[in-house]
């Protein structure tokens, strides 16, 4: 099946710093990629869309300057947290689809938790 | 617009026990319905889905049918084992799109 690495697993940094997640597609191409944030006992909120070669779309609320993402290969999405705070400390899950199927199919990556001092 | 609603947890029940997890949604289009689990500290693995109207998705003894009439998609297993438990996210996606919308959740607690 298809399958969707993140890395780190986690990560803990001090406020200010800036940090970069991966998300990879290992066995698929991946035509679009998702960020979610995901806080504790709650649902994933979309964060934004990604496709490769293209300008992220983010959904409404989030900062486009301070989330970073890039999508620069068909196997590989960044999301990278500028200048932290605490308040970023969240699980971000990332996903992506296989262009191929014709249902739409999201597959997730294990999560990254962070945590910001 | 498209949203889900599903039951809040948490969902307590004994090995053995009937589950019932309900989710309905709301949609603009013919959407594609999904159920995921996330069990503790990893992320989330697509459980069943269904593409269409009377659709059933089975998998590992959970099931749920696609009831257009009741807008619903409610996930059921006839015996759960403690290795059930997760947290249960029901989703929609609209065909040709590919942007997902969740449900809230519902996390479920086997006991032995």
């Known amino acids: 099946g298809a399958v969707v690495s993140q890395h780190p697993s986690w990560v803990i940094c001090k406020s200010g710093t800036s940090v970069k997640i991966e998300c990879r597609s290992l066995?698929?191409?991946?035509?679009?990629m998702f960020w979610y944030r995901q806080f504790p006992k709650q649902s994933l909120m979309l964060m934004a869309t990604?496709?490769?070669?293209?300008?992220?779309?983010?959904e409404q609320g989030v900062e486009k300057d301070k989330f970073l993402i890039n999508h620069a290969s068909l196997t590989l999405s960044t999301l990278t947290v500028t200048s932290a705070h605490p308040e970023d400390s969240s699980f971000y899950i990332c996903?992506?689809?296989?262009?191929?199927?014709?249902?739409?199919?999201?597959?997730f990556g294990p999560g990254t938790r962070l945590t910001v001092l | 617009g498209n949203s889900v609603t599903q039951m809040e947890g948490p969902v307590t029940l004994s090995e053995e026990a009937f589950l019932t997890i309900n989710c309905t949604y709301t949609?603009?289009?013919?959407?594609?319905l999904f159920w995921y689990v996330q069990y503790p500290g990893e992320g989330l693995q697509l459980l069943l889905k269904?593409?269409?109207?009377?659709d059933k998705g089975s998998n590992k003894g959970f099931e749920a049918t696609y009831r257009k009439e009741t807008t619903s998609f409610h996930l059921e297993k006839g015996s759960v084992q403690v290795s059930d438990s997760a947290v249960y996210f029901c989703?929609?996606?609209?065909?040709?799109?590919?942007?997902?919308?969740f449900g809230s959740g519902t996390k479920l607690n086997v006991k032995p």
């Open positions: 996903s992506a689809t296989d262009g191929g199927s014709s249902y739409n199919e999201q597959f």
């Open positions: 989703a929609l996606s609209e065909h040709n799109f590919n942007k997902f919308y």
């Open positions: 269904a593409t269409k109207a009377d």
């Open positions: 990604s496709n490769e070669g293209s300008k992220a779309t983010y």
């Open positions: 949609a603009t289009g013919y959407p594609s």
């Open positions: 066995d698929f191409q991946a035509t679009t």
